[in-house]
């Protein structure tokens, strides 16, 4: 009960005052927050608010939300009171420069971070620190090292062609469809472990989702996309908060599953003589990380390089699957070369790089389907910053966050041509566009798939081996078609990361053998 002194009070009109004044402020501060940016333009209320921006991750679709507002406000348009997007290449490129003075948004990069207070390379926002780890890291990731990534890649692929062979295969009596998007999911699980800790689960031999990390991966990636989208990242991560709430290594699900998995390996690992190994976890011990940290950049490493990878090649499959014209002719490159070099086993990545139609095919499904839509939002340098959009000068003010919006400068008609909708690999190859600067332009734009300079993505090399592999040796040894057309997959896309599954389709062994 309130005492009768503080029901004078609060009648008392100083008291009123107050609140009244505190009003005036937050309005002016919202006005000034709104006018800051009002040079870009956005969807309705978009100065005040966040909330079509949320709404978007909440749909599962924030690519295509993206791809809408550029289309509509041009080239950076406004996603809340602090948030542009921007589709230009130039200023991508520009924000992420070795030298740049840009750093990382908080709401994105952070809530990627999955026990309290730790930071892993891409949640941390510091820069010194982020700049010191990738130095940690690089080389690991170089293959500098006499890492057997390579053999390992090899392994995998042949046990995928195994498990086909073994169990899916279709045949003119009894047609076998399966999930190719589970199936492939398996193949860069297995690949990641190996690298990343030396051993693999294990998937593909098995053929089934070892320890549950695809399950835990897609509810670890659910749930970080809703506290994302409600804007609660920085409250979840409060110690006391994430100590109750977030990942924990006693959780049953999610990413804390996938922690309580990784320690063990790591442990292990550490108990072990590592000087003598050649891996990538051997080589970031020399760097000096501790278990904790290894911990974090395993985890990381297995989310930023499972299901990005696989959805590059579901998506370069499924364009495959659905353009005759292409699949013949990429299959005839695959044929003709495999009979003229007959190697033993998995085709080196060294002539993998050296056929120019399956380059072409690989880029062009990438563009077609970037498997990564991460806003990645960079911060403009107090003060602000000038740049030059589309031949007009544009002013970017200080603290402002600029995000990436990967559909429309992928499917842009004024880099990639009229068609750049369409899935034609041909403009890709020298003979059909003679225009080297519009080559350079295309291609410039085409890398920013893999992010760029001070952030790019260290994977890039470990995934295009992956991607050249398979690609070759499934067209190789199988025929493919896609056994539901009508709903060729399902998909949802987690804050920029794809899940998809039932991806049906079937193989038969194909009839040219070498
Ligand atoms: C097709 C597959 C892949 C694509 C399209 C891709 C794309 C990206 C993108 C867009 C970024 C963020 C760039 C930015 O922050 O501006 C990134 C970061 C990163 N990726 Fe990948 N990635 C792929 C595969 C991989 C693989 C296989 C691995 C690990 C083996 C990996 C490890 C990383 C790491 C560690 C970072 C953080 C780099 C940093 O914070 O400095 N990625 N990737
Ligand atoms: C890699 O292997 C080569 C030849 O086997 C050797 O000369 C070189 O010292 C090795 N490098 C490292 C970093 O182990
Ligand atoms: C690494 O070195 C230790 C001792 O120096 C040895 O016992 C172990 O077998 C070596 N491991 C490998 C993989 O060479
Ligand atoms: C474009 O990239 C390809 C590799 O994907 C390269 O072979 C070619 O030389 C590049 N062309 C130009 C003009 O940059």
Redesign the pocket.
Known sequence: MASPALLAQVHDHRWWLLVVSFIALYAVRKIQTYRRLSAFKGPFGVGFTSFWHSWSFLTWRSHLFYKEIIDEYGPIARVGPNDLVTSSPELLAHM?AVRSPYS?GEWY?RATRYQPGKDH??S?LDEEK?KR??QQ?APG?SGKENLSLESSIDLHVLELVDLIRTKYLSTETQARPFDFARKIQFF?LD??SH??FGEPFGDLRTDQDVNEYVKAGEIGLTVTTVGLALGITRFLQLPLVARALGPSEKDVVGFGRMIANARPLIQKRLERETDNRSDMLASFVRSGLDADELVS?TV??II???D??A??LRSIMLYLFSHPRVYAKLQAEIHATAQERKYKGVIPDSEVRKLPYLQAVIKEG?RMH???T?S?P?RVPDGGDTVVVDGKSVFLPGGALVS?AAWPLHHSKAIFGDDAGVFRPERWLSKNLKDEKKMLEMNRTHE?????G???????P???M??GKVVFELLRNFDWCLSNPENPWSEYNCMGIFVHSNMSVTASEQDFKS
């Open positions: 992420s990382r990069n390379i891409f941390e982020h780890r990738r890291m990731y860069t690949v990641i690298v990343g950049e990381l490493q930023a390089g499972s990005t990878t959805t590059a990438m970037p498997p990564i991460d990645v960079k990436y920013l798939i893999f992010g760029y001070k952030y790019q993505c260290l994977g890039k470990i995934a295009l992956e991607i």
